[in-house]
């Protein structure tokens, strides 16, 4: 007997919005670490991220029916802030439904009200500890890649 499988772990696209090299190889590590291996997209600032997500820019004529099956987002960026990134994704149809997790040092009460109103789907603040920070990137990898049910693509159409 044979088991029907989804989408594997692996074909699951992340895109990690992060401005800071030192938090972003943290990220890629600790996903390599854990035997993630799924293709990471890494955008710089918030510009560069709403290219990536809408084709545009240096990513015109990417293919837009590959999306990622989760947005990790920092609120500190250059060019567009994080609230305006998320604003932007949750304002486009082909984008809202897509998971974001602010990751962030902030501990601002008011940008985690502010990420929950404009749609973010989870609020962590960023451990300062590397083993931490390692052990919290394998939980959110693991829940929203592997155990999270999106919505089915014939229901979104």
């Known amino acids: 007997m044979s088991k029907v499988q989804g989408p594997s772990l692996d074909s699951k696209l992340i895109l990690l919005i992060e401005d800071n090299i030192d938090d972003e190889r943290l990220t890629l590590r600790a996903l390599r670490r854990n035997n993630i291996m799924n293709e990471v997209v890494v955008a710089c600032d918030g510009q560069e991220a709403i290219d990536y997500l809408f084709a545009a820019g240096s990513f015109t004529g990417r293919d837009m029916s590959i999306m990622p099956a989760v947005i990790i987002l920092d609120l500190k960026l250059p060019r567009l802030s994080g609230l305006e ?8 149809e ?8 602010v ?3 902030s501990e601002d009460v008011l ?3 502010q ?4 749609g973010a789907n989870s609020f962590i603040q960023k451990p300062s500890d590397p083993a931490d920070f390692s052990e919290m990137i394998l939980q959110v990898a693991m829940y929203w890649l592997l ?3 999106t919505m089915p693509e014939r229901m979104l159409a």
């Open 85 to 92: 990134v998320l604003g932007r994704i949750r304002g486009t």
């Open 103 to 105: 990751l962030t040092a």
């Open 115 to 118: 990420s929950y109103v404009l």
């Open 147 to 149: 155990l999270n049910r």
């Open 111 to 113: 940008q985690i009200e």
């Open 94 to 101: 082909s984008t809202r439904r897509i998971p974001v997790v």
